[in-house]
């Protein structure tokens, strides 16, 4: 099983910016599609951003696009999630997932613990 590892969170105020890292256990990240889901109290678990095997295409929700930025650094075996803007209704669990070879809209095999993001007014 591949490990992720998610690291970054915390509580910001409104308007502020956070950076979330998803770190793999692996040395052949590069090859896995990576997507961020995120969930809020009381809600379903939802997607945020995935970017696809070898770093292109990336897709994101609406609700963050703009805001957000999903990359990666395949020497680190880390993919990152650069949050800014960030509003109360961003507060959240986020989560990394992961596919080997997976498409943009593929299910994912391996899910990290979740990393808590908790936006104040």
């Known amino acids: 099983q591949v490990q992720l590892l998610e690291s970054g969170g915390g509580l910001v105020q409104a308007g502020g910016s956070l950076r979330l890292s998803c770190s793999a256990s692996i040395h052949t990240f590069s090859s896995y599609t990576v997507g961020w889901f995120r969930q809020a109290p009381g809600r379903e678990r939802d997607f945020v951003a995935a970017?696809?095997?070898?770093?292109?295409?990336?897709r994101y929700a609406d609700s963050v696009k703009g805001r957000f930025t999903i990359s990666r650094d395949n020497a680190k075996n880390t993919v990152y999630l650069q949050m800014s803007s960030l509003k109360p209704e961003d507060t959240a669990v986020y989560y990394c997932?992961?596919?080997?070879?997976?498409?943009?809209?593929?299910?994912?095999?391996?899910w990290g613990q979740g990393n808590q993001v908790t936006v104040s007014s």
């Open positions: 970017i696809r095997w070898g770093g292109t295409p990336i």
């Open positions: 997932t992961a596919r080997q070879w997976g498409g943009l809209f593929d299910d994912y095999d391996y």
